[in-house]
């Protein structure tokens, strides 16, 4: 399954990619609502991730053009706005679910894999089955003849390809345009080597007859599936084929060393942008503080919300939140410092309120385990 995340937040962009391509998702990440939208238009996508405010077309006006334009691809709405009249706005452009940035992951994959299965995309199939070779793309489970097969992230999505089009000859850029997303551009040499690794496990799993048939100048299919009696003695069972019950796990020990790296460097974005944020008191305080720095301080105030959602560090995203909010109102001109309370004295408040919820540790700790301190 192909999936374009429009996520112009490099630290939640990195974050949510690794949380989908760990589920056997391929993901496109871009950060300008335009390229998306070109994306969109001329590639084939599962489902599009869409945040809202974004650089050249917010995520609203992309996904409404998509709308207009015929596309049918789910959208699944993703920011910090959780306002009543945010959902109605998103959903009257056009996107079929809407989730804010700091749900829980699960809750995230669990909405994901409804649009897909919505949409036709997923299997109506519970398991999809080659002779005792069973997968069941729900789980992400895969057994041979009630053996677990311990599959890499890549050779489950090529083996789930097979199984899907079993009739169909995959070239070898069909399966690059399945499997890889845009920005990694392998060469066609990078699917020999994966069919090569696929079989292998296979046959180390116990399957004697190679699944996968070479058509040479075309690409590769699924041989025809084998009838029980031509299948050795120890495969036909009275249960079989039963329902799936080992997986193919994703691979924890590379998941949580890049979930790591990305934190560090999320960790560093707080820090350069609460860096920022100091700089805008200190300019308030000299009413020095100019609508290009106003617009360019609250979109940075919006995607430190969207960050620390993600992460798990609620609270903290809800004081950005407010932060943003203010710097919109100074905008728009509703507070001044000539207001009952300055703008100036609330958003020092506010910033040392988010700089005291960064101190303590994130709600829920299966996000990341980084810890923020500022001195």
Not at 45 to 67: A, K, S
Not at 104 to 129: E, F, H, I
Not at 270 to 293: G, I, K, Y
Request: proline share 5%.
């Amino acid at each position: 399954m192909r999936i374009l995340l429009i996520e112009d937040d490099q630290s939640t962009g990195e974050f949510l990619s690794t949380t989908l391509s760990a589920h056997r998702y391929a993901v496109d990440v871009v950060a300008d609502g335009a390229v998306g939208l070109e994306l969109a238009a001329h590639w084939h996508y599962d489902l599009i991730l869409l945040d809202i405010l974004l650089p050249t077309l917010n995520g609203i006006e992309v996904c409404r053009r998509l709308r207009d334009q015929g596309c049918q691809t789910p959208i699944l709405m993703l920011t910090t706005q959780d306002s009543n009249d945010a959902v109605i706005t998103g959903l009257d452009a056009g996107a079929d679910d809407y989730v804010t940035k700091s749900c829980d992951p699960s809750q995230l994959l669990a909405r994901v894999r409804a649009l897909l299965r919505r949409s036709g995309a997923a299997a109506t199939t519970p398991v999809l089955t080659w002779g005792p070779l069973c997968l069941d793309p729900a789980l992400t489970r895969v057994t041979y003849n009630g053996t677990e097969l311990m599959l890499r992230p890549k050779e489950y999505s090529l083996l789930e390809l097979f199984l899907r089009y079993p009739h169909r000859i995959l070239s070898r850029s069909a399966i690059i345009e399945h499997l890889w997303p845009i920005e990694e551009t392998p060469v066609e040499g990078s699917v020999t080597n994966l069919i090569k690794d696929l079989r292998y496990r296979l046959k180390s799993a116990g399957i004697q007859t190679d699944p996968i048939e070479t058509v040479y100048g075309l690409g590769y299919r699924l041989k025809t599936e084998p009838v029980a009696a031509q299948l050795p003695a120890r495969t036909r069972s009275a249960d079989y084929p039963s329902r799936v019950q080992s997986a193919a796990a994703p691979d924890e020990t590379r998941g949580q060393l890049a979930i790591q790296q990305i934190g560090e460097r999320f960790r560093r974005s707080v820090e350069q942008r609460l860096d920022l944020l100091e700089a805008v008191a200190q300019s308030l305080q000299t009413d020095r503080f100019h609508v290009p720095q106003q617009r360019a301080a609250k979109l940075e105030a919006h995607k430190l919300a969207g960050g620390l959602g993600t992460f798990g560090y609620i609270q903290a995203s809800r004081i950005a939140q407010a932060i943003e909010h203010l710097l919109e109102r100074l905008l728009e001109g509703d507070v001044t410092q000539e207001s009952e309370v300055p703008v100036a004295e609330q958003f020092t408040k506010l910033l040392t309120a988010l700089k005291q919820a960064l101190m303590k540790s994130p709600t829920d700790e299966l996000r990341s385990d980084i810890s923020l301190s500022r001195r």
